[in-house]
């Protein structure tokens, strides 16, 4: 009797199930992918994009407090911390999962790299990849001056020499671009309209041809197929199932932010003095600081330019038709001592005193 019950019941769930997938087609999702698909390396990209997710809710909450206006920013920050309804851990998890977003985009790269996975036909996909990069890293950029403490104000300082120095191009960095509205209000539209919008773009572009591409087989899978071999076997495990692991890392991730949010809150800092400098910037910008401190605020330009431009032409260089590591010895050591010198570039980063770079105060 009770079995017969159960049996209705589930009879009932699954016409439920067949109503809402014959109108919105879910099943569909369960397309076939090969299982390495799930490991650690090949989930990096989907780890940052359930990361981008919870940038995006968390964002919206704190768009409700903050004020983009000179006069007003720090304070409402201040509120958020202090009074606004769950804003303190609001905000330690916008700021800890964009930190962690950091790493997982530089360690998706790093895979994507050692992988060969940019080689045909992916070379497309490694360029609107390195789109996402510029904006995960112009989404921290603005973010940071948003605070508008000591450490955001000496960024926006940075912003407007380098304005300065793009000459005609650089207008739209500078506050006399329009004077209307205060260049802090502009940098918040880019962080919460124009960077999102050029970035919701490029990875609905980076879905596709993920999609269209298939993920790239193992690369000594690959190696046997350019060698006469059989191709590599398609298949093994489905999207569905790579969606929920993808789920599983991210809510671990939530789960790192909410604790890191309690034991090391976002800081702030003291309301900024115009005309000094006194604070490094964050992390993923340390690198390019010591190239600042030996060559100037020109360097800020050109050294960012190399690597991004160096980075677009791997695919177009790197013409040999192998995968694996060791049989593209070559490149593999130039990343690896590209890796170690931005190690000690941020080591030296840290040692250092801060200079001032800034000429004119914001
Ligand atoms: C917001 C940043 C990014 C997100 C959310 C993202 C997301 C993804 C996802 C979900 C995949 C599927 C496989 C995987 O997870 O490894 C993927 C693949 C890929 N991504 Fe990204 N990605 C980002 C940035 C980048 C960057 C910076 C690069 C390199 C410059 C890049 C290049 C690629 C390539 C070439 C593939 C195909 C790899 C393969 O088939 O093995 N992506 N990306």
Request: charged share 10%.
């Amino acid at each position: 009797m009770a079995a017969g019950a159960a049996a209705i019941q589930g009879g009932r769930w699954r016409r439920v199930w067949e109503a809402i997938d014959e109108r919105l087609g879910l099943s569909g999702l369960a397309y076939p992918v090969p299982t390495h698909a799930n490991g650690i390396g090949y989930i990096l990209g989907g780890i940052t994009f359930f990361g981008v997710l919870v940038l995006a809710g968390t964002g919206i909450w704190l768009a409700q407090f903050y004020h983009p206006t000179p006069g007003t920013a720090r304070e409402s920050v201040v509120y958020i911390m202090n009074v606004a309804p769950l804003g303190d851990i609001v905000r330690g998890v916008h700021f800890w999962v964009s930190n962690i977003v950091m790493a997982t985009v530089l360690l998706h790269l790093g895979r994507v790299f050692v992988t060969g996975s940019y080689k045909r036909p992916r070379e497309g996909n490694w360029l609107i990849g390195l789109g996402l990069l510029g904006v995960t890293l112009g989404l921290i950029f603005t973010g940071t001056v948003l605070k508008w403490d000591q450490e955001g104000y000496e960024a926006l300082g940075h912003n407007i020499e380098a304005g300065n120095l793009l000459g005609s191009f650089g207008f739209w960095f500078s506050p006399e671009f329009e004077t209307s509205l205060p260049i802090l209000g502009r940098l918040y539209v880019a962080h919460i309209a124009i960077l999102p919008a050029i970035g919701v773009l490029l990875l609905a572009v980076h879905f596709l041809l993920v999609k269209r591409h298939g993920i790239s087989s193992r690369p000594a899978q690959a190696d046997l197929a350019v060698d006469g071999g059989p191709a590599p076997a398609r298949g093994g495990s489905t999207f569905t199932a790579h969606l929920a692991r993808m789920a599983g890392f991210g809510l671990i991730m939530l789960a790192a932010a909410t604790v890191l949010s309690l034991v090391a809150p976002a800081g702030l800092g003291d309301r900024p003095i115009p005309g000094t400098e006194t604070t490094k910037p964050p992390w993923m910008f340390l690198p390019f600081y010591p190239f600042e401190d030996w060559f100037g605020l020109p360097a800020l330009l050109w050294i960012p330019a190399i690597l991004f431009g160096a980075l677009a032409l791997v695919p177009f260089v790197d013409r040999n038709p192998y995968r694996s590591p060791r049989r593209r010895r070559l490149f593999i050591a130039i990343g690896a001592a590209v890796a170690i010198a931005a190690v000690i570039l941020v080591a030296y980063a840290f040692a250092t005193v801060p200079q001032a770079h800034v000429q004119e105060a914001v």
